[in-house]
């Protein structure tokens, strides 16, 4: 079991950048494909950024923030990022990470993931 706490999020105006973090608790993190997700007021639940387990030499990106984000892990410090360059104020959302036993299945599907952090508030003004 893992538990994964986000952190970062915040007001920025638009064209900024913002860093969040995720970091887990617990064993085998290295084992876990990891995923961004956020979700915008009356908006469902929708797929931003993935790295694959272990050394984490795969990536896969929503196309709304390709070339705009930038997701990465340090197994050494359990901890995921997701690099926000260029925001847009249609980026405002709760931002969660999303930790998936083994990966190896579809990487934006939120059923995939077995564990889910608490969110983090990312609002992004014009």
């Known amino acids: 079991q893992v538990q994964l706490v986000e952190s970062g999020g915040g007001l920025v105006q638009a064209g900024a950048s913002l860093r969040l973090s995720c970091a887990a608790s617990g064993r085998g993190f290295s084992l876990y494909a990891m995923g961004w997700f956020r979700q915008a007021p009356g908006k469902e639940r929708e797929f931003v950024a993935a790295?694959?387990?272990?050394?984490?030499?795969?990536?896969y990106y929503a196309d709304s923030v390709k070339g705009r984000f930038t997701v990465s892990r340090d197994n050494a410090k359990n901890t995921v990022y997701l690099q926000m360059n260029s925001l847009e104020p249609e980026d405002t959302a709760v931002y969660y990470c999303?930790?998936?036993?083994?990966?190896?299945?579809?990487?934006?599907?939120?059923?995939?993931?077995?564990?889910w952090g608490q969110g983090t508030q990312v609002n992004v003004s014009s």
């Open positions: 999303a930790a998936d036993w083994l990966g190896g299945g579809t990487y934006s599907t939120a059923s995939q993931y077995d564990y």
């Open positions: 790295v694959s387990r272990s050394g984490g030499a795969m990536t």
